[in-house]
């Protein structure tokens, strides 16, 4: 919970779990996610210590979906966007729309990722099920009208379905008339920031809430947490490090061109929905580090636990200060953005009799660093610029890590006061909607704040710019061998 002045007064957090039926499946009970987020808002709301709320708004993960009977009921568990069960229904959008005209329209390039494939897939594999459904949603508008919204779902979440007109800003009569899905099974698709309802009595009562609490849309996740890093224009890059890496970004005017279909970077409305929105992607990020502190570290994890410290520190302390000669490329799970390919290996070159463990992990750091440059590179070639990098998530913890991101990317690396960036931009869309601030500009004037900067160091910069071309010429090589493999 965020107060007037955007500062948190009160949080709480809890798991809740995926299932894999099937290899490539994921899914999760809509009712225990339902039955989690009530029990999350009243432990904020008990650990604020107030009774008044004005309002609640929603960041949420992206590309789930679930059918529900006109009482809210799921009829079966959520899709996650992870589950790539619907590739056959994408591969098939590709060849009835053309996947660039697809993404000409709609901003996402055909993937089984997409809200729309997975609704194909219900409608293929499980008919009776789409038969019964009233609606299909996400959790944006499953989790608003569970708390007493009509059904609505935000701009941000509905130009990632694939069935969403971005010029028109409305659901595509040509898509979903070509495949034979009603408007009528999708929520009304409204800006961010918009008042949609108010929250029920019942869980007012529930919440322990003694005042009327307005329902205002939110967005996709990583649109909430550019917000709540204060990006409310363009030039301004969010780098998101936790299991994965995100690197985004918001623009003035649509990206639709060849360029950014090639290189997989989606391009879908942002919460200010005068902007629009994209983000390159690279699918082994902390993981890795996590990867190679759990294979090679133990010595390191049972010091930690004697020091009570965390196995990271021990582990950042015997990196060298210099950058190393070793090259590793991180493609543990495939390459990300901006060649998408999932035969990739990692792989380490440069190993001699003097390597040693805290090279090898400094070496990690710069192999994750440089997806994270080159993604930059590629993204200014499609001419969206980025000047400066806020970073969040769990990698914004390490001040190591984050002078390399600087002296590696040559642009300043900011930090927050406000770790949780994602929900500190959904209450900041809260704030605006029920009247608290006239403009989303207003509230980032009023409540980011920035902890520190990094700025990186001219000669070191060198170095790994040197550095740095070298990858690139190992890149594709690289891949090419590992993919043999």
């Known amino acids: ?26 899914e999760q009970d809509a009712l225990e996610v339902w039955q989690t987020v ?6 904020a709301v008990s650990a604020s210590g107030v009774t008044e709320v004005d309002a609640i708004s929603l960041s949420v993960q992206g590309d789930a979906v679930v059918a529900v009977d006109r009482r809210l009921n799921p009829l079966r568990p959520f899709i996650l966007g992870m589950d790539y069960r619907s590739k056959p229904q ?37 008919p009776e099920i ?13 989790i608003l009208a569970k708390l007493g919204a009509d059904p609505v779902i935000d701009y941000t979440m509905a130009s990632r379905t694939m069935a969403f007109d971005l010029a028109n800003r409305s659901w595509s009569d040509q898509i979903l008339g070509k495949l034979d899905i009603s408007k009528d099974l999708l929520s009304s698709a409204v800006p961010s920031g918009q008042v949609v309802g108010k929250l029920l009595d019942s869980l007012r009562d529930e919440f322990h809430i003694a005042s009327d609490v307005a329902l205002v849309t939110g967005g996709h996740d990583q649109t909430c947490a550019a917000l709540g890093a204060g990006v409310i224009g363009e030039r301004i890059g969010v780098d998101s490090t936790g299991t994965a890496e995100v690197l985004s970004t918001a623009f003035a005017e649509p990206r639709l061109g060849e360029e950014m279909y090639r290189w997989f970077y989606p391009c879908y409305i942002y919460v200010d929905s ?114 400066e990098i806020v970073a969040v998530g769990g990698g914004s ?85 590992t993919a043999q493999i």
């Open 1 to 26: 919970m965020i107060n007037e002045e955007g500062r948190p007064v009160g949080q709480a957090s809890q798991e809740y779990s995926i299932s894999h039926p099937k290899t490539g499946w994921a």
């Open 38 to 43: 009530k029990e999350v808002i009243k432990n």
């Open 90 to 126: 994408s591969d098939r959008c590709a060849e009835v729309f053309g996947g660039e005209n697809l993404f000409r329209v709609t901003g996402m390039p055909p993937h089984p990722l997409n809200s729309l494939t997975k609704i194909l897939w219900i409608k293929e594999q499980e």
């Open 130 to 142: 789409y038969e019964a459904a009233w609606k299909f949603m996400t959790y944006a508008d499953y």
């Open 274 to 387: 005068d902007l629009y929105f994209t983000f390159a992607l690279n699918h082994t990020g902390g993981i890795v580090l996590q990867w190679y502190r759990d294979e090679f570290c133990e010595v390191e994890k049972k010091r930690a636990s004697e020091l009570n410290i965390s196995a990271y520190d021990l582990i950042v302390s015997q990196m060298p200060k210099t950058p190393t000669k070793l090259f590793f490329f991180p493609h543990l799970n495939g390459t990300g953005t901006p060649t998408c390919d999932l035969n990739a290996r990692g792989s380490v070159l440069g190993l001699s009799l003097e390597t040693t463990k805290g090279e090898l992990a400094k070496a990690i750091l710069e192999g994750l660093t440089f997806e994270l440059r080159l993604n930059l590179d590629y993204l200014s070639r499609a001419k969206i610029e980025i000047d």
């Open 397 to 481: 913890r390490s001040e190591e890590w984050l002078k390399l991101k600087a002296n590696i990317t040559g642009r300043p690396i900011k930090t927050l006061k406000n770790k949780e960036a994602a929900c500190f931009g959904a209450a900041m869309l809260a704030a605006v909607g029920s009247g608290y601030y006239s403009e989303l500009r207003q509230a980032v004037s009023e409540c980011v704040q920035y902890e520190r900067t990094h700025e990186p160091t001219q000669h070191v910069l060198d170095m790994y710019n040197e550095k740095y071309s070298i990858y690139r010429k190992l890149y594709d090589e690289s891949r090419a061998i």
